[in-house]
């Protein structure tokens, strides 16, 4: 989940391909206070989050990691649900949240998933109780589909790294 000045997914996808391992990972824009993961690769010129999914295999095969986001054919409710949750004052819905992360986790064909659930000041869980139950949530409905889920609790009380924003 994420956070104020989280980028854990930008080196975390290629570092876990190097090691062997595949990595599509389907995320997300901004919502409320966060900035999204797609929002800072779109700040690269060129970048490309929105690929097929034929192009999403190419490159997990050739790259061993793609991060892409929402398409008229990968995900498309949560596309739309996440303009619904900003629209609403929603973002911070447990439900809606396990729907949206699990949802895109599931399309994604993994077999195995660790969750950074983030809280604090800069995350949409302020305080511990609230992360802790979201995590075991979002376990408890990865795990129902199979993938085998843990989930580490972080906090958001400052920025991760030395800037914030989508800018990089």
Excluded at 20 to 36: D, N, Q, Y
Excluded at 52 to 67: F, T, W
Aim: hydrophobic content about 40%; glycine content about 12%.
């Amino acid at each position: 989940t994420g956070g104020v000045g989280d980028k854990v997914s930008l080196p975390l996808a290629p570092a876990l391909a190097v090691c062997g391992l595949k990595v599509p990972m389907i995320s997300g824009r901004g919502l409320g206070l966060t900035g999204g993961t797609l929002d800072k690769l779109e700040s690269i010129p060129g970048f490309n989050v929105s690929l097929s999914l034929d192009e999403i295999k190419d490159a997990v095969d050739k790259v061993g990691c793609c991060i892409v986001g929402q398409t008229e054919d990968i995900c498309p409710a949560d596309r739309l649900m996440y303009a619904a949750r900003d629209a609403t004052s929603t973002v911070s819905s447990q439900g809606l949240i396990v729907s949206s992360i699990i949802g895109k986790k599931a399309c994604e064909g993994i077999s195995s998933l660790v969750l950074d659930v983030k809280w604090g000041n800069g995350a949409f869980k302020r305080d511990l109780a609230e992360a802790e139950q979201l995590a075991r949530s979002l376990s408890e409905n990865a795990n129902s589909l199979g993938i085998k889920t843990s989930a580490v609790i972080s906090h958001m009380n400052s920025p991760l790294g030395l800037a914030v924003g989508n800018s990089l």
